[in-house]
């Protein structure tokens, strides 16, 4: 089975936050290649966030798909890990309780980026 992987912050019990990442099944479209089923989506918001942003801990305002189209940022979970999301990356950001996450922006470059919450009950994987 052919699949995407989108990586995902999501919380546990206990509130802390985590990486973790998300498999999406791929199946035969024809020629127009792979294709996912559909899944329902709700809002689509469109950020610029400044150059010099450093957010510090705060949980996502809804279960979101996030694009980022330009710019970098570091995002860190409870346990310090951190990684870096780029222009063309998707990140599901789950962790809707607890701790959160931080966020800053790297280069200092403005980042575009577009939300797209997930409704709860709609399983990506």
Same mark, same amino acid.
């Given at each position: 089975?052919?699949? !995407? $992987? !989108? ?20 199946s035969d479209g024809g020629p127009i290649g792979?294709? @996912?089923?559909? %899944?329902?989506?709700? &809002? ?11 957010? &510090? ?10 694009? !980022? ?5 570091? %995002?860190?979970? @409870? @346990?310090?890990? &951190? ?18 996450? $931080?966020? &800053? ?7 575009? @980026?577009? %939300? ?5 009950? !709609?399983?990506?994987?």
């Amino acid at each position: 089975m052919t699949t !995407i $992987c !989108i990586p995902r912050i999501y919380n546990d019990k206990e509130g802390k936050s985590h990486f973790g990442e998300v498999k999406v099944a791929l199946s035969d479209g024809g020629p127009i290649g792979l294709l @996912s089923e559909k %899944f329902n989506a709700g &809002k689509v918001i469109f950020r610029e966030t400044p150059a010099d942003y450093d957010f &510090k801990w705060h949980p996502a305002p809804a279960r979101q798909l996030m694009f !980022i189209l330009k710019g970098s940022a570091e %995002f860190t979970v @409870s @346990s310090g890990e &951190k990684k870096i999301f780029s222009g063309g990356d998707i990140l599901l950001l789950e962790d809707t309780e607890g701790d959160g996450h $931080c966020s &800053k922006a790297l280069n200092n470059e403005v980042r575009h @980026s577009i %939300f797209v919450t997930v409704p709860d009950g !709609i399983d990506l994987s």
